[in-house]
């Protein structure tokens, strides 16, 4: 009993996700680099200056109204892109503890490794799991 509660407190301390300037902590190790652009975006990097995830709010122009808000999450060096509705998620006050959250689900989906790194089978299953591919979809909308 006691070594699966050890083992089930070290898995749920293994998703400490900290955000301090521009320094990204997982399990209290610096593993990125974060800058935010703007209010809707922003970027991840590895210590050596390469991009791993560019982050986008997108409000369709409806900046008062959220109920059609999505982010898409691009995965730059696996080319892979995606696009939720799934915003909740991530919704905290202010963008930092916002994107804290994005890091700690990418992370508990094993998404990203706790170096940071992003593992390309669960980038596979996330993609197929939360793609809403909507900019396609908008525009079949648009035109039928």
Known sequence: MSLFFTLFIEHTQAQTVEIKNQDVFINGKNV???????????SFFTLDHKEVLFYKLHDNGTSEYSGDDYMSLNFIQEKVKVETT????????????SMQK???????????????????DKLAIF???????IISKQHYHQHH
């Open 86 to 97: 799934d915003v909740s998620r991530i919704v905290a006050p202010g963008m930092r503890k």
């Open 127 to 133: 993609l197929q799991k939360y793609n809403e591919d």
């Open 32 to 42: 990125l680099k974060f800058e935010k652009i703007n209010l809707g975006q922003s």
């Open 102 to 120: 994005l890091i700690k689900w990418l992370v508990k989906d094993e998404v990203m490794n706790t170096d940071g790194t992003i593992n390309s």
